[in-house]
């Protein structure tokens, strides 16, 4: 019998697996590394396992896991205007503080100088010596009160400076604009890119409505990620009218869905030198990268050289 790790007195540590089948790990990945069993067989046995490991997993997870922090929104421009506005009340309290300061010293200069020019030749030399020392102790004080004033300001204008960048950067983003990527996982088409001006508040009714226009009649499967839109009752309702079984990738491996994700890395450095005032602008340049995108050759496996549309009419003709 082999132990699973042994502890030498030099300080090595040797870990090996043991013999027993049953301690190796099963994940639903393991289906793919049959490469002679038919794609729809395996993509069926996929599904059947992610949904077995689901169950099993859910229990526990619900059980160990502690809720996630809630994010902190980012903040609108009425939350920094109001940052503003007490950053204003603030630093009127201080000039108002600071009159006050400067009165009082005004007037304890003027003690002095009246004391001074009562007691002039009265008071003997030890006497005369501590009212000077007192002087002096005096304005070092009425010094570092003003050093102390000069970093209030400093730190002052850097927070006003800070809070109008905030409000300049915020007037900019008036509208988030959320694009559906659809591409062909064999062909590496890309059929197509709708817009959702909605943005961040896209509903799963919007996004079915699009994939109802762009999906193929004959789909078998699709794989997407398990965000809300792909697991709400409306698109399990879409995957039983049009008779494709839904693939969902596992969790944290968006290298699962590779073809998509390389595709909008691609759409992102396409779009960073482009310009557009309006979301029927954006539309327009979005048709012309799925045209050059479909048309150009690229050297994914299985086509090397070929062009989507190229890759696709061979198909068809086999």
């Not at 000077?132 to 003003?146: I, S």
Request: aromatic fraction near 6%; proline fraction near 5%; include cysteine.
């Amino acid at each position: 019998m082999k132990l699973p790790a042994v502890s030498g007195s030099s300080g090595r540590l040797v870990v090996e697996r043991c013999g027993d089948e049953a301690s190796a790990p099963s994940y639903p990945g393991q289906v793919f590394a049959d490469r002679e069993r038919p794609y729809a067989d395996v993509m069926q046995a996929f599904v059947a396992a992610s949904h077995a490991s689901a169950a099993e997993i859910a229990p526990a997870r619900a059980a160990t896991e502690k809720p996630a922090a809630e994010e902190v929104p980012p903040a609108t421009p009425r939350a920094l205007r109001l940052q503003q506005a007490e950053l204003r009340t603030q630093r009127r309290q201080v000039r108002e503080r600071r009159k006050q300061e400067d009165a009082a010293w005004r007037t304890l200069r003027m003690e002095q100088r009246t004391q001074a020019a009562l007691a002039a030749g009265s008071l003997k030399r030890g006497a005369q010596a501590a009212q000077a020392a007192h002087r002096r102790a005096l304005r070092q004080q009425r010094r570092q009160q003003r050093v102390h004033r000069e970093r209030e300001d400093t730190v002052w204008r850097e927070a006003r400076q800070a809070l109008r960048e905030r409000l300049q950067h915020s007037a900019l983003i008036t509208a988030w604009i959320a694009i559906l990527v659809i591409t062909d996982n064999c062909t590496r088409q890309c059929l197509g890119l709708p817009l959702f001006v909605a943005g961040a508040k896209v509903t799963a009714d919007m996004v079915v409505t699009a994939l109802r226009a762009l999906l193929p009649d004959d789909l078998q499967f699709l794989i997407s990620d398990r965000g809300v839109h792909f697991t709400a009752q409306v698109f399990q309702q879409l995957a039983a009218e049009q008779g494709f079984i839904h693939v969902v990738i596992a969790r944290h491996r968006p290298q699962s869905n590779g073809i998509a994700e390389r595709f909008v890395r691609t759409l992102k450095e396409w779009l960073a030198d482009k310009v557009w005032a309006s979301d029927q602008e954006l539309a327009a340049l979005l048709e012309q990268f799925g045209r050059e995108y479909n048309q150009r050759p690229h050297q994914g496996l299985g086509i090397p050289g070929l062009s989507p549309n190229e890759f696709a009419e061979r198909i068809w003709l086999m």
